[in-house]
């Protein structure tokens, strides 16, 4: 007895669901066995010794400190750290650019596999570690931690750019091909075209994150706000350590708004 066969035009039967059940409990049983090997201890957090010491801690950073000659010097601290941030993505766009066509594919698949382990090991590798390394080569300063924010980032935004690369359609690329165009000349007016809006949103999205991560870098001496908070705290000066931090929330603000604004501009 043979099986009939489905209509013409009926669509095909979902796939299995049970590759996504398997998947669901593997993760539940990863976030129980997290909890229970972690020594979390809820009570200790929520005492009334613990409150209590949480907000004597937190009363010393009122007020903040802020005095004429402080505040000039927090604004110079702020500028530094926004120009790491700035300067180590824009050179983090251009190589990460320049790793991308060959991780996208671009000159043959030999230096694919190559490149794209390159840029996993340059996004694996922390900003801090990059800057602890760095800085010593470099010395103390915004230098290292330019360098830093560079490395990391290059090997995140070349794997962004080498995937919007090959998701790009290859159809326009390859008709003008046909037609006689250069490779280069036809990849420049067909693929990139299409590409470049999303590369630029992740290329500000990464300027984002890349302000969090210099007013961190600080801490190792890489300059700016961070250097300054590390500097403050170690002394127990809560007060100036308030208002250095209250300097990187507006900062982080400003360029989360303008990196929105410019992403919404792009994506329309």
Known sequence: MTTPRPPAGTPPAPPPAWPVIILAALLAALVVASFASLPLQWRAFFTLDAIASMGEFLA???????????????AGAAAETLAMSALGTLLAAAAGLALALPAAGRFGRVL???????????RSIPELVWASILL???????????????????GV???????????????PEASLRTN???PMAAFLYATLPQALPQMLSYTLYRWEN??????ILGVVGAGG???????????????????????MLLLV????????????VLTR
């Open 112 to 122: 694919r596999a190559p490149v794209r382990a390159l840029l996993n090991v340059l």
């Open 225 to 247: 706000l961070g250097q300054m908070l590390k500097y403050h705290l170690s002394l127990f000066q809560m007060q100036p350590a308030a208002t250095v931090i209250a300097a």
């Open 180 to 182: 006689g165009a250069a």
């Open 136 to 154: 010593i080569a470099a010395g103390l300063g915004p230098f290292g931690g330019t360098l830093a924010l560079a490395a990391h980032t290059s």
């Open 157 to 171: 935004l070349g794997r962004l750019f080498a995937d919007a690369l090959e998701n790009a359609a290859p159809h």
């Open 60 to 74: 010393g950073f009122a007020p903040p400190e802020l005095g004429l000659p402080f505040l000039s010097k927090t």
């Open 253 to 264: 603000g400003l360029v989360d708004a303008v990196s929105f604004g410019l992403r919404r």
């Open 210 to 215: 890349n302000i969090r991560a210099a007013a």
